[in-house]
C-alpha cells in the first residue's frame, strides 16, 4: 500500500503537463501509432498544458489582483479566507486516503468502457482531486469512510455520463475530434439546464451569439484584443488605481484574449493524429465503436465567450458577497469563477449572454455553499497539517464547485429523507439534460 502511495504521489508531483502527455503516449502507442508520431503529438500537448497554464494563471492573477483591490477599497469584511480551487486541491491531495481515489476511477472507467455504459476514456487523473474533496466532505458528515468512497463512485459515473453527451459540443467548440470534457464543474449544467430552456424562449436570447456573432454585430469591437482590452481597462479604473494601471490591466486582458485562441490550436495539433488512432484501432476491433478521449476543461480555453462571461460576472460576486445575507465569504482567490462557467459555454453553445446571465443567477447558489462548507474546509486544512492548527481564523472557496451535489450526497448518506428526495430530483433534472443533449446531438448530426 505504501508503494501505492509513493508511486501515485510521485506521478502527482510530475504536474498534469508532463504527467497527462505521458499517458497519452502510452495510448497512442497501444494505438499503434509510429513512436515518432506519438511522442510529437504527446510533446506538442504538454506545450498546449504549459501554455493554457501560463495565460490561465496570467489571466487570473491580473484580473484577480483588480478584482481583489475593488474589493478593499470598498472596506469589505468577511471572517473567512478564499483560497479558490488550487487551496481545495491541494487540502484534498494531503488527505490520507486521496490516493485510493486512483485505482477506483480506473477500475469504474475500464468497466462502463467493457460493458458499453459509456464512450469516455477518462485520462485527465490530474481532476481527481475533486472526488477527493467530495469524499472528504461526506466522510465528515457521516464519519464513514467507505460512504465517501460510494459517493465519489457516485460522482465518477455521472462525469463519465455527462462526458458522453458533451462529446459533441466540445468537438464543435474546439474543432478537436474525439475529446470530452468529463470535469466535475460541467455538473452544475444540472440545475442551469431548466433555466436555459426558459432563457432560449426570450427572443433576444435565443439565437447565436457567440464570439463570432459578437464581432459582426459591433464590428472592432467585437474582436478579442479590444474586447479585452475594454473589459481590463473598465476593471483596472474601478479598482482604484489609477489611469496608468488600467492602461496596464487592459493591455494584459487584450493579450491574453488574443493568446488562448492561438495556444488552443496546440491541443487540435497534438489531439487528432491520437483521436483518429484510437477510433481506427476501435473500427477495426469493436465494430466502429466510439470513444471519447476525456481531458481537462483548458482544452475549450481557446474560446473567449467564456473568459468575457467570467470576467463579466466578477462584479455579481463582489455585489453578492456584500448584500446577500449570512455570507461569510470575502471573494479573493477564487473570484474567476470557472465554476459556472465552463458547464454554462456547453450548455449554452457559446451563447455568451445566456452565460452572463448564468453566472448572475448562480452566484448565490456558490457563495452561500461557500459560507456553508466553511467549516469542513477549515477541519481538513487543520488536520492534514496544511494550515497550521496555532492559527486562528477559517478558509474557504467563494466559488464552491458543485455545492448542490456534494451537500446532498453527504445528506443522504445520514438517511436525510428531505435530502433523499431532492436528490431524486436532482438525479432527473440530470437525466433531462442527458435526454435532451442526446436530442441535440442527434439533430445536429442529421443537419451536418
Same mark, same amino acid.
Given at each position: 500500500?505504501?508503494?501505492?502511495?509513493?508511486?501515485?504521489?510521485?506521478?502527482?508531483?510530475?504536474?498534469?503537463?508532463?504527467?497527462?502527455?505521458?499517458?497519452?503516449?502510452?495510448?497512442?502507442?497501444?494505438?499503434?501509432?509510429?513512436?515518432?508520431?506519438?511522442?510529437?503529438?504527446?510533446?506538442?500537448?504538454?506545450?498546449?498544458?504549459?501554455?493554457?497554464?501560463?495565460?490561465?494563471?496570467?489571466?487570473?492573477?491580473?484580473?484577480?489582483?483588480?478584482?481583489?483591490?475593488?474589493?478593499?477599497?470598498?472596506?469589505?469584511?468577511?471572517?473567512?479566507?478564499?483560497?479558490?480551487?488550487?487551496?481545495?486541491?491541494?487540502?484534498?491531495?494531503?488527505?490520507?486516503?486521496?490516493?485510493?481515489?486512483?485505482?477506483?476511477?480506473?477500475?469504474?472507467?475500464?468497466?462502463?468502457?467493457?460493458?458499453?455504459?459509456?464512450?469516455?476514456?477518462?485520462?485527465?487523473?490530474?481532476?481527481?482531486?475533486?472526488?477527493?474533496?467530495?469524499?472528504?466532505?461526506?466522510?465528515?458528515?457521516?464519519?464513514?469512510?467507505?460512504?465517501?468512497?460510494?459517493?465519489?463512485?457516485?460522482?465518477?459515473?455521472?462525469?463519465?455520463?455527462?462526458?458522453?453527451?458533451?462529446?459533441?459540443?466540445?468537438?464543435?467548440?474546439?474543432?478537436?475530434?474525439?475529446?470530452?470534457?468529463?470535469?466535475?464543474?460541467?455538473?452544475?449544467?444540472?440545475?442551469?439546464?431548466?433555466?436555459?430552456?426558459?432563457?432560449?424562449?426570450?427572443?433576444?436570447?435565443?439565437?447565436?451569439?457567440?464570439?463570432?456573432?459578437?464581432?459582426?454585430?459591433?464590428?472592432?469591437?467585437?474582436?478579442?484584443?479590444?474586447?479585452?482590452?475594454?473589459?481590463?481597462? =473598465?476593471? !483596472? $479604473?474601478? /479598482?482604484?488605481?489609477?489611469?496608468? %494601471?488600467?492602461? +496596464?490591466?487592459?493591455?494584459?486582458?487584450? *493579450?491574453? @484574449?488574443?493568446?488562448?485562441?492561438?495556444?488552443?490550436?496546440?491541443?487540435?495539433?497534438?489531439?487528432?493524429?491520437?483521436?483518429?488512432?484510437?477510433?481506427?484501432?476501435?473500427?477495426?476491433?469493436?465494430?466502429?465503436?466510439?470513444?471519447?478521449?476525456?481531458?481537462?476543461?483548458?482544452?475549450?480555453?481557446?474560446?473567449?465567450?467564456?473568459?468575457?462571461?467570467?470576467?463579466?460576472?466578477?462584479?455579481?460576486?463582489?455585489?453578492?458577497?456584500?448584500?446577500?445575507?449570512?455570507?461569510?465569504?470575502?471573494?479573493?482567490?477564487?473570484?474567476?469563477?470557472?465554476?459556472?462557467?465552463?458547464?454554462?459555454?456547453?450548455?449554452?453553445?457559446?451563447?455568451?449572454?445566456?452565460?452572463? =446571465?448564468? !453566472? $448572475?443567477? /448562480?452566484?448565490?447558489?456558490?457563495? %452561500?455553499?461557500? +459560507?456553508?462548507?466553511?467549516?469542513?474546509? *477549515?477541519? @481538513?486544512?487543520?488536520?492534514?497539517?496544511?494550515?497550521?492548527?496555532?492559527?486562528?481564523?477559517?478558509?474557504?472557496?467563494?466559488?464552491?464547485?458543485?455545492?448542490?451535489?456534494?451537500?446532498?450526497?453527504?445528506?443522504?448518506?445520514?438517511?436525510?429523507?428531505?435530502?433523499?428526495?431532492?436528490?431524486?430530483?436532482?438525479?432527473?433534472?440530470?437525466?433531462?439534460?442527458?435526454?435532451?443533449?442526446?436530442?441535440?446531438?442527434?439533430?445536429?448530426?442529421?443537419?451536418?
Amino acid at each position: 500500500m505504501d508503494i501505492l502511495k509513493t508511486v501515485i504521489q510521485y506521478i502527482l508531483d510530475l504536474g498534469a503537463a508532463v504527467f497527462v502527455p505521458f499517458l497519452m503516449l502510452i495510448v497512442g502507442l497501444l494505438m499503434k501509432m509510429k513512436f515518432r508520431d506519438a511522442f510529437s503529438a504527446a510533446l506538442t500537448l504538454g506545450v498546449a498544458f504549459t501554455g493554457m497554464g501560463i495565460l490561465v494563471n496570467f489571466i487570473m492573477t491580473s484580473m484577480g489582483a483588480a478584482a481583489n483591490d475593488l474589493t478593499t477599497h470598498t472596506g469589505i469584511s468577511l471572517p473567512a479566507v478564499d483560497i479558490g480551487w488550487p487551496g481545495a486541491a491541494s487540502i484534498s491531495w494531503a488527505w490520507p486516503y486521496a490516493f485510493l481515489m486512483f485505482p477506483l476511477q480506473l477500475g469504474i472507467n475500464f468497466l462502463l468502457l467493457v460493458t458499453n455504459q459509456t464512450k469516455t476514456l477518462n485520462v485527465d487523473l490530474w481532476n481527481i482531486w475533486n472526488k477527493i474533496f467530495t469524499a472528504v466532505i461526506v466522510t465528515y458528515f457521516t464519519n464513514n469512510v467507505l460512504f465517501g468512497f460510494l459517493a465519489a463512485a457516485i460522482v465518477i459515473v455521472l462525469e463519465l455520463k455527462l462526458g458522453d453527451v458533451f462529446a459533441p459540443e466540445v468537438e464543435r467548440l474546439t474543432g478537436i475530434p474525439g475529446v470530452t470534457v468529463p470535469h466535475f464543474i460541467c455538473l452544475i449544467a444540472v440545475l442551469l439546464h431548466p433555466i436555459d430552456e426558459l432563457l432560449k424562449k426570450v427572443p433576444l436570447l435565443n439565437k447565436q451569439f457567440d464570439a463570432d456573432t459578437l464581432k459582426d454585430k459591433i464590428g472592432v469591437f467585437g474582436e478579442n484584443s479590444v474586447m479585452g482590452a475594454i473589459i481590463g481597462f =473598465i476593471l !483596472g $479604473l474601478s /479598482s482604484g488605481n489609477g489611469v496608468k %494601471y488600467a492602461f +496596464t490591466l487592459a493591455v494584459q486582458a487584450a *493579450t491574453a @484574449l488574443t493568446l488562448f485562441p492561438m495556444v488552443s490550436k496546440l491541443f487540435s495539433q497534438a489531439l487528432s493524429p491520437i483521436s483518429e488512432a484510437v477510433s481506427e484501432f476501435m473500427r477495426e476491433r469493436f465494430e466502429d465503436r466510439e470513444v471519447y478521449i476525456g481531458l481537462d476543461w483548458p482544452i475549450l480555453g481557446g474560446r473567449n465567450e467564456l473568459w468575457v462571461a467570467v470576467i463579466f460576472t466578477i462584479p455579481f460576486l463582489l455585489i453578492g458577497a456584500v448584500t446577500l445575507p449570512h455570507n461569510s465569504v470575502l471573494p479573493f482567490a477564487g473570484i474567476i469563477n470557472l465554476s459556472f462557467v465552463v458547464g454554462a459555454l456547453l450548455l449554452t453553445n457559446g451563447n455568451v449572454l445566456r452565460m452572463i =446571465i448564468h !453566472g $448572475l443567477i /448562480s452566484t448565490p447558489l456558490f457563495l %452561500y455553499g461557500a +459560507t456553508y462548507f466553511t467549516p469542513y474546509m *477549515t477541519r @481538513l486544512a487543520r488536520e492534514t497539517g496544511t494550515l497550521d492548527k496555532g492559527i486562528k481564523g477559517m478558509i474557504s472557496w467563494s466559488t464552491f464547485e458543485g455545492p448542490d451535489i456534494r451537500y446532498l450526497l453527504a445528506t443522504i448518506f445520514k438517511g436525510d429523507l428531505l435530502s433523499i428526495l431532492l436528490f431524486v430530483l436532482w438525479l432527473g433534472l440530470y437525466i433531462w439534460l442527458l435526454k435532451d443533449r442526446n436530442k441535440y446531438n442527434q439533430a445536429i448530426q442529421e443537419i451536418g
